[in-house]
């Protein structure tokens, strides 16, 4: 904890339009970013992150970024000192949850509240249980995560830039300077995912985007890939907990931090 007298949290709240924003984050400060309507992109050098509504993503001090705004974005933020004793695995890097209501009220108490101090008891405990509830929760599967390698980045480059493009990898890999057990074997070890495992979650975050938007599911469906609306729903029941029409919908985010697959 800091010394007393020193801030252990800040908040911010405020609606977004849609483009490109930079939230305020000065060196010294780890962000947990909370959209409650709209989606919210992180882009880090790992990789991208989306924030539908009533999720949340843990953004560590240091970790360069910029935020995407799909739709109108009410955005709560709050800052914790990187002096603050968090989890081992919240310390580095970006972590996406699926935010139960529980914790959606404790983060907007805590913006609401803030600064909170560490000579105030309650600040203090308020900062403790926020932090008890982000290490109990699963990590949400709403990370794209980028591979280094540059011919594996150029497959990644041309899968995110047209997620309903069919177009097979070895076509990819070559264009790309590379083999398809090159490239395979590259996005294995950078990412943990294959290319086709890679290519489904791009779809996902792409159509997440879509949806926050406002087109319709068949639409959708289409502009990533899936021949029919319902074998999109299947993919993202799948991944998701929950179909494309329920997810956006506040009542429905409890249950989804159980239900999803990582």
């Known amino acids: 904890m800091r010394q007393e007298g020193e801030p252990l949290a800040r908040g911010y709240a405020v609606t977004h339009p849609p483009g490109t924003?930079?939230?305020p984050q000065p060196p010294g400060w780890h962000q947990l970013l909370l959209a409650?309507?709209?989606?919210?992109?992180?882009e880090a050098g790992a990789g991208t992150w989306v924030v539908p509504p009533q999720r949340a993503v843990w953004v560590a001090d240091g970790v360069p970024h910029r935020l995407?705004?799909?739709?109108?974005?009410?955005v709560r933020a709050l800052y914790l000192a990187s002096t603050v004793?968090?989890?081992?695995?919240?310390?580095?890097?970006c972590r996406a949850v699926n935010v139960p209501p529980l914790l959606r009220e404790l983060v907007d108490h805590a913006v609401r509240r803030a600064p909170l101090w560490a000579d105030r008891p309650?600040?203090?405990?308020?900062?403790?249980?926020v932090l008890d509830q982000l290490e109990t929760l699963p990590a949400a599967p709403l990370q794209l995560p980028w591979p280094r390698d540059p011919q594996a980045a150029a497959v990644a480059d041309a899968l995110a830039s047209d997620?309903?493009?069919?177009?097979p990898v070895d076509r990819l890999a070559r264009v790309a300077?590379?083999?398809?057990r090159t490239v395979e074997r590259r996005f294995r070890a950078e990412t943990g995912m294959s290319v086709g495992e890679w290519r489904q979650r791009a779809r996902l975050v792409a159509a997440l985007r879509l949806l926050a938007a406002g087109e319709s599911v068949s639409q959708v469906a289409a502009a990533v890939g899936y021949s029919t609306p319902s074998a999109f729903g299947a993919m993202f029941v799948r991944q998701m907990g929950t179909t494309p029409g329920r997810y956006f919908a506040p009542e429905n985010a409890a249950g989804l931090a159980s239900n999803a697959n990582a």
């Open 21 to 23: 924003v930079a939230l």
């Open 36 to 42: 409650t309507t709209g989606v919210l992109t992180v």
């Open 68 to 74: 995407v705004m799909t739709g109108r974005v009410r």
């Open 85 to 93: 004793d968090v989890p081992a695995g919240l310390a580095t890097g």
């Open 122 to 129: 309650a600040d203090a405990r308020l900062v403790g249980v």
């Open 163 to 167: 997620p309903g493009s069919g177009d």
């Open 177 to 180: 300077g590379a083999g398809r």
